[in-house]
């Protein structure tokens, strides 16, 4: 059974960083997670996702001030965030589902955390 738990919110001034992590277990084969944000009154968007391959995927919004990464030996995914801006303001989730990445379609994803709220200030 693949859960997922994520950790690290909290909240931070804009121009900050913060790092969330998401600890994961159950996979038995090959495996996508990604970080998905969903503010409110807004639809849940894509933000970065990576496979046990190596291979990694941004959206627009985030590439260059968010990083994904993936350490399989302790299970963990974490997402690197800089350069917060108000609008990254959300509850974060954790996501996942067997297989390599394809994208970062929510609709691919069927394994989710719990969500952890982010908080960017002026």
């Known amino acids: 059974q693949v859960q997922l738990v994520e950790s690290g919110g909290g909240s931070v001034q804009a121009g900050g960083s913060l790092r969330l992590s998401c600890a994961f277990s159950?996979?038995?084969?090959?495996?996508?997670l990604g970080w998905f944000r969903q503010a409110p009154g807004s639809e849940r968007e894509g933000l970065a996702a990576v496979d046990n391959d190596g291979d990694t995927y941004y959206a627009d919004s985030v590439k260059g001030r968010f990083t994904i990464s993936l350490v399989n030996t302790n299970y963990t995914l974490s997402l690197q965030m800089s350069s917060l801006k108000v609008d990254d303001t959300a509850v974060y989730y954790c996501?996942?589902?067997?297989?390599?990445?394809?994208?970062?379609?929510?609709?691919?994803?069927?394994?989710w955390g719990q969500g952890t709220q982010v908080t960017v200030s002026p």
């Open positions: 996501a996942a589902h067997d297989g390599f990445c394809n994208g970062i379609s929510g609709e691919t994803f069927y394994y």
């Open positions: 159950g996979f038995k084969y090959n495996y996508c």
